[in-house]
Structures are given as C-alpha cells and as structure tokens.
C-alpha cells in the first residue's frame, strides 16, 4: 500500500460546546442526588412523568410567551427534513408536562401531583451551573387551585436544603397577581418607562409596548434606577389576590421558612399568575437561582385543555451539584459492597456463580477481569480492590474453594479480623457484605 492510499487517522469528534459528559465517578454524585429527590417525591406523594425532548415549537412560543428571552434567543429550532413540522429542543418542561396532561386526558379523575428529571436545551452562554444542554428536576401540581398546594411545594424545596446540608440560600417571594391586576400595572409601568425613554436601551424599548414586565428584569446599570422607582404589581393586587399570597406566607410561617419579599421578581416565562418564588444563592456567581417557579392557572387553557388551576418549581441539577462542592459535600454516594480477587482462572465459573447469588440479594460486587496475559498477581488484584472503593476483598483462592470457603477481608477497617465464610452459607452472610444506606 502506498504512502498515499494508507488510511487517514479519523478527526477527533468533541461533544458540542456547552453539552458535557457527566463521567464517573461525577456521575454518581448525580445518581446520589436523584436518589434523594425521588426519595423526597415519594414522600409528598408525587408521581414521575417521562415527555419527549422535541417538542412543536408553537407550545414554547403559546406557553412561555413570544417576548421573552427564551423563545427570542435561546431556542433550538428546527424544521423537520421530512414533513416541515417545526420542532424545538425542549427550553423547559412545564409546558411539555402540561401538553401531556391535556393530550391524555390525565386530570380526568382529579388533581394530579407530577415530577420529571431530564434535559433541556438553551443556547445561551456557557458558565459555571449554567450550560447550554442542562438538567432538571421538577415538581407540578394540577388541578389544585389552594394556596396550600403552593405552600407544600415550597416546603418541599426547602426540605431537600435541609436534607443535603444546603446553607446560604435565600427563598423570595412575590405575587404577580391575576390578568386584570396585571393590565392595570402594564400601564402603569409603560406610563413610568416613556417618561424616562432616554435611560432605556434598544432592547428595553423594542420591549416597552410588547412586554413591559420584562424590562424589570435588565442587567443594565444605567437602568436600575428607573426600575428601581417603577410602580410595583403589589399596589395594584385585588383582595383575593392578597388573601392567596397571605394564606402562602401564613404556612410559611407555621412551618418555620424564612424568606423575603421581592416585588421585581416576574421570572423568565409569561405563564405565571398569583405567587412566584425563587430560591437564591451568592455562591455561584451572577446565576444565583437554584429552583424557581410559581402557580400557572392559565397555561392548561392556553394549551388546549380545560380551564385548570397548577403549580409548580424547577430545579437545576448542575447549579445544586455546584452548590454542594462549594459546602460541604454531604451526598452519600452509591459504594461497592465488595471486590472479588480470582488467583486462578479456571475458577471463574464457580466464582461467577457464587457472586450472581451475592447480586441476587443486593450485594454490590465486582469480580476481577482477566486480561490477556490472564489473571493479574494477588498483590495487583488487591491494589484493585483498594482502589475500587469496596468495603471488602473476597478472595476465592484455591484452597479455599477446595474446602468451599471464601476468605473476606475488610479493606476499610484495618482493625478487622479476616474471616473464611462456607459458600453454602451464602444466604446467611451476604447482608453483612451490605453498605449501610
């Protein structure tokens, strides 16, 4: 073969700027939270739902509103090659959840309490917690119109603080009130805006008439001022939207949870009626917010459904990972129970067949693999077995398989004695093997 007809070296592929492997052992940090937050979801009674990443693209522009950041800039959009359909990677999943809940009919017998873990797709710019495709996790409660639907989600938030050692996080809360309450602010805040239009930047004008709130939420300094004098939605609130927030806070208070009034917080999507909520952080830079959301009484309708009452918070699984390595780390990661060291080959079968026993009643184990020189030396099998993080060395030598025993040594606990343990006993020994959850 000729210099010229030898194959090229293939390109190295690299993983899409701001989409990033999680490899172990960061992956079990992640197993380890959501381990925890399923736990959590169980206790308050909340069940999984499982939609699809692409969703149409007019349920994102219907639902979270044409003006706003997401569906203007940070969208995936595609046409599909094969039939024009216009589809989106999923920016979020409160509208894909409630897409599914009017679809398949699922509050047909009541009110349904509803959790999701997966990816979603911003292109915006990569920094720390914040990624172009990230993870969350969330909670929605449909069919349920009381305050204390929008308590009990807060509760449980903070709960999954507590349970993780989280400190340092702030939880606000505002009303944004009910679409009559919001009109009469909407003016007053456009009156407030042309009145100072000479502070304003192209993009907070472009907004001015289109969406107003929006401009509560600019970064720019010059701005902040004017902002800062703006009306606030609070004075314009009816009576029974004050009594909604009131009956909120009341349990808040019932239940110990410190939190602050913010009359600017609006968040990022137009769904949201009555209370939003976030919960926020000085340890990760400028994207201080964990978890937010708030209660969307009007989106099932926007979406073709009935008119229906939720609630609901996500959360971002990177930015809370982020949070706790800045703290003290306090996920308990998934450990392996134990390491098999095999001097001889030939007694994999029966090694094999000893540890699918093991397995068959939980005990995690790994068994030493042969490599092409065959099995490694006792002394590199147990340097493996150190370094694979087990709580014990089973080690199926060949004498002890000739009396049908194993020895089990403790790997993590020098002061443990070694023990030879009967293969036929395997029942009564194997939960002594077991990490303590």
Same mark, same amino acid.
């Given at each position: 073969?000729?210099?010229?007809?030898?194959?090229?070296?293939?390109?190295?592929?690299?993983?899409?700027?701001?989409?990033?492997?999680?490899?172990?052992?960061?992956?079990?940090?992640?197993?380890?939270?959501?381990?925890?937050?399923?736990?959590?979801?169980?206790?308050?009674?909340?069940?999984?739902?499982?939609?699809?990443?692409?969703?149409?693209?007019?349920?994102?522009?219907?639902?979270?509103?044409?003006?706003?950041?997401?569906?203007?800039?940070?969208?995936?959009?595609?046409?599909?090659?094969?039939?024009?359909?216009?589809?989106?990677?999923?920016?979020?999943?409160?509208?894909?959840?409630?897409?599914?809940?009017?679809?398949?009919?699922?509050?047909?017998?009541?009110?349904?309490?509803?959790?999701?873990?997966?990816?979603?797709?911003?292109?915006?710019?990569?920094?720390?917690?914040?990624?172009?495709?990230?993870?969350?996790?969330?909670?929605?409660?449909?069919?349920?119109?009381?305050?204390?639907?929008?308590?009990?989600?807060?509760?449980?938030?903070?709960?999954?603080?507590?349970?993780?050692?989280?400190?340092?996080?702030?939880?606000?809360?505002?009303?944004?009130?009910?679409?009559?309450e919001r009109n009469l602010h909407r003016a007053a805040l456009i009156a407030h805006f042309e009145a100072h239009a000479d502070v304003?930047?192209?993009?907070?004008?472009?907004?001015?008439?289109?969406?107003?709130?929006?401009?509560?939420?600019?970064?720019?300094?010059?701005?902040?001022?004017?902002?800062?004098?703006?009306? @606030?939605?609070?004075?314009?609130?009816?009576? !029974? *939207?004050? +009594?909604?927030? =009131?009956? #909120?806070?009341?349990?808040?208070?019932?239940?110990?949870?410190?939190?602050?009034?913010?009359?600017?917080?609006?968040?990022?999507?137009?769904?949201?009626?009555?209370?939003?909520?976030?919960?926020?952080?000085?340890?990760?830079?400028?994207?201080?917010?964990?978890?937010?959301?708030?209660?969307?009484?009007?989106?099932?309708?926007?979406?073709?459904?009935?008119?229906?009452?939720?609630?609901?918070?996500?959360?971002?699984?990177?930015?809370?990972?982020?949070?706790?390595?800045?703290?003290?780390?306090?996920?308990?990661?998934?450990?392996?129970?134990?390491?098999?060291?095999?001097?001889?080959?030939?007694?994999?079968?029966?090694?094999?067949?000893?540890?699918?026993?093991?397995?068959?009643?939980?005990?995690?184990?790994?068994?030493?693999?042969?490599?092409?020189?065959?099995?490694?030396?006792? @002394?590199?099998?147990?340097?493996?077995?150190? !370094? *694979?993080? +087990?709580?014990? =060395?089973? #080690?199926?030598?060949?004498?002890?398989?000739?009396q049908g025993c194993v020895t089990v040594k403790a790997l993590r606990d020098p002061t443990a004695a070694q023990r030879t343990l009967?293969?036929?006993?395997?029942?009564?020994?194997?939960?002594?093997?077991?990490?303590?959850?």
């Amino acid at each position: 073969m000729t210099e010229s007809n030898a194959p090229r070296k293939a390109e190295k592929l690299m993983a899409v700027k701001g989409m990033n492997d999680i490899l172990p052992p960061e992956s079990a940090r992640w197993e380890a939270l959501e381990e925890r937050v399923r736990a959590l979801m169980r206790r308050y009674a909340y069940e999984n739902i499982r939609t699809p990443i692409v969703e149409p693209t007019a349920l994102f522009v219907r639902g979270l509103g044409e003006v706003t950041d997401i569906v203007e800039k940070e969208m995936y959009s595609f046409e599909d090659r094969l039939n024009g359909e216009q589809l989106t990677l999923r920016p979020e999943n409160t509208a894909g959840v409630v897409r599914a809940v009017v679809e398949h009919t699922l509050l047909y017998n009541g009110g349904k309490r509803l959790y999701y873990f997966g990816p979603m797709f911003r292109h915006e710019r990569p920094q720390r917690g914040r990624y172009r495709q990230f993870h969350q996790v969330g909670a929605e409660a449909l069919g349920f119109g009381g305050p204390e639907l929008d308590a009990e989600l807060i509760l449980m938030a903070d709960a999954l603080w507590k349970e993780l050692g989280i400190g340092g996080v702030e939880l606000q809360i505002n009303s944004l009130g009910q679409p009559a309450e919001r009109n009469l602010h909407r003016a007053a805040l456009i009156a407030h805006f042309e009145a100072h239009a000479d502070v304003l930047d192209p993009e907070s004008r472009r907004r001015l008439h289109l969406n107003p709130l929006r401009l509560l939420d600019s970064k720019n300094p010059d701005m902040q001022a004017v902002i800062e004098s703006a009306p @606030k939605l609070m004075d314009f609130l009816g009576e !029974a *939207s004050k +009594a909604h927030l =009131a009956a #909120v806070l009341a349990i808040l208070d019932a239940n110990q949870v410190p939190y602050s009034m913010n009359p600017r917080l609006v968040r990022g999507m137009d769904y949201y009626n009555l209370t939003v909520f976030e919960f926020v952080t000085t340890q990760l830079g400028s994207q201080g917010t964990i978890c937010g959301g708030g209660r969307y009484d009007y989106l099932v309708e926007q979406i073709g459904g009935k008119p229906t009452p939720a609630v609901g918070w996500a959360m971002g699984i990177e930015r809370v990972l982020e949070l706790l390595k800045a703290q003290e780390d306090r996920l308990t990661l998934p450990q392996l129970d134990a390491y098999a060291v095999v001097p001889d080959a030939s007694a994999l079968p029966q090694v094999a067949a000893c540890l699918q026993r093991l397995r068959s009643v939980g005990v995690a184990v790994q068994m030493h693999a042969s490599g092409e020189a065959g099995m490694a030396s006792m @002394k590199n099998q147990f340097k493996r077995a150190d !370094a *694979s993080g +087990a709580r014990y =060395a089973l #080690v199926f030598g060949p004498d002890e398989l000739a009396q049908g025993c194993v020895t089990v040594k403790a790997l993590r606990d020098p002061t443990a004695a070694q023990r030879t343990l009967a293969l036929d006993l395997w029942p009564d020994w194997a939960g002594s093997l077991q990490s303590v959850p």
